[in-house]
């Protein structure tokens, strides 16, 4: 039966504190990708405020994506490898990156297999002014490039060129595509909806 | 500044609290640098110095420091990186992101943590070893198709690109203050992030007659042009070049 989004939020919230956090300082956007010596790990997008990161990381919005693995190795192959390990059912979490200030809000999807990130989506993003709109268009994809970049075994990071909005939008439009072009069966509704404000 | 940054952090010994105020530092820097060096803010220290308002000495350390790091990267570069020559005036920007990223890197070594990673929009400093006794592995993407890899490559220290693929025509040609694409993009290793972020830059601006003036600096560069041809200074550490990148 398909779960209800406060179930699985407090399905998320259960598991052990996340080790990926996400902090925003003024203008500049950062996704702290913590490691833990434990194999074990979720992933959570949280605050954007070290300083306000909630004790166990807690999300602030609800909802979560579930794949299957089957689904999960036909979406990847062909692109990267697959990174083995025990069958289970992936789990993400969805929350504000900037609940805080007043650059916007956006909400993210995390997949998470086997202690590794496999997939990401921006699933609602706001934003109150071209400003904002600006610092979003650039720092969404490259939130999106390296929570998926951690997930790949042959390199660790991506050194490219700065992003500028036009190809902020490309790569952006690219990467929603490519991540809700094959959605989860069970996926909520909202995941598959375009970006409001970056059209 | 205006970019993304991300962190990697393998805190090894310390405590996750431990590493959570190693990185709050590091934030904590980086909003820093931001209020001191963004051309955004008017009233920002290096928008007062560039309006003439105040003399470099009464500004933060941190301005003399970075002025210091633009007239090198100016010397190493043939005078093809320099933040004198810019629309607008002195703008250290192709410099003061690296070096803040580094900076930032450098709070968390400092907390002793195993090994971490600052990548600041593209531009990668980098501390330890990830896994085991490998560097870190860090892919260059192809500026034809920024979905895809060029190579990967180890870095020990820092990585900086640059590229005409992304931003259009950002790069600006001193001698002229136009436009210039001479490569597709630059990618340099070395010390400091700062100065490899000025390099590359620069390298895009001057091509790849600029690769033989790294020989007596410790940087080393990677060129991929137009044509998809990847050119490499002696040195520079590829790991693997994917089939089609070349």
């Known amino acids: 039966m398909k779960p209800s989004p406060s179930r699985s939020l407090r399905r998320t919230l259960l598991r052990p504190a996340p080790y990926v956090l996400s902090a925003t300082i003024v203008g500049t956007v950062a996704l702290v990708n913590f490691h833990p010596q434990a194999s074990q790990s979720t992933f959570d997008i949280s605050d954007t405020k070290l300083a306000k990161v909630n004790p166990d990381g807690s999300p602030t919005a609800a909802t979560s994506p579930v794949t299957t693995n089957e689904q999960m190795a036909e979406r990847r192959k062909g692109e990267v490898p697959f990174i083995p390990g025990p069958a289970r059912t992936v789990v993400g979490s969805y929350t504000d990156i900037w609940p805080e200030h007043p650059f916007g809000k956006i909400q993210v999807a995390v997949t998470v297999e086997s202690g590794r990130i496999i997939d990401a989506k921006v699933v609602r993003l706001k934003t109150y002014d071209g400003r904002s709109e600006q610092i979003a268009n650039f720092s969404v994809p490259v939130l999106i490039q390296d929570t998926l970049v951690s997930g790949t075994t042959d390199y660790d990071h991506v050194s490219s060129a700065t992003y500028t909005s036009k190809a902020y939008h490309k790569s952006l439009q690219a990467a929603i595509v490519k991540l809700t072009s094959t959605p989860p069966a069970d996926a909520p509704a909202a995941a598959n909806d375009p970006l409001p404000g970056l059209s | ?246």
């Not at chain 2, 190493?76 to 250290?92: R, T, V």
């Not at chain 2, 979905?147 to 040609?173: F, K, L, N, P, W």
């Not at chain 2, 003036?213 to 490499?232: K, M, N, W």
């Open chain 2, 1 to 246: 500044m205006g970019t993304v940054v991300s962190f990697d952090v393998r805190p090894g010994d310390l405590t996750e609290a431990e590493a959570r105020d190693a990185l709050a530092r590091a934030c904590t820097l980086l909003h820093d640098v931001d209020a001191t060096f963004s051309t955004w803010k008017p009233a920002s220290p290096i928008n007062r110095f560039r309006r003439g308002e105040a003399r470099i000495e009464e500004l933060p350390d941190e301005v003399y420091d970075v002025l210091e790091l633009c007239a090198l990267a100016g010397r190493m570069s043939n005078g093809w990186f320099d933040a004198w020559s810019l629309p607008g005036g002195f703008d250290p920007t192709g410099l003061v992101k690296g070096w803040a990223a580094g900076r930032a890197l450098g709070e968390l070594r400092a907390a002793g943590v195993a090994a971490a990673m600052v990548n600041a929009g593209g531009d990668i400093a980098v501390h330890g070893r990830p896994a085991g006794d490998r560097p870190w592995a860090i892919a260059i993407t192809n500026p034809a198709d920024q979905s895809q890899v060029a190579c990967v490559v180890d870095v020990v220290a820092s990585i900086a690109t640059s590229g005409t693929y992304e931003r259009g025509d950002h790069i600006i040609d001193p001698g002229t203050r136009s436009a210039s694409s001479v490569v597709a993009s630059a990618s340099v290793v070395g010390p400091d992030l700062g100065i490899a972020d000025a390099l590359a830059t620069a390298i895009v601006a001057g091509g790849v007659e600029l690769l033989a003036t790294l020989r007596t600096t410790p940087y080393a560069a990677l060129v991929i042009e137009h044509e998809g041809a990847i050119r490499a200074t002696p040195g520079f550490p590829v790991q693997v070049a994917s089939p089609g990148s070349g």
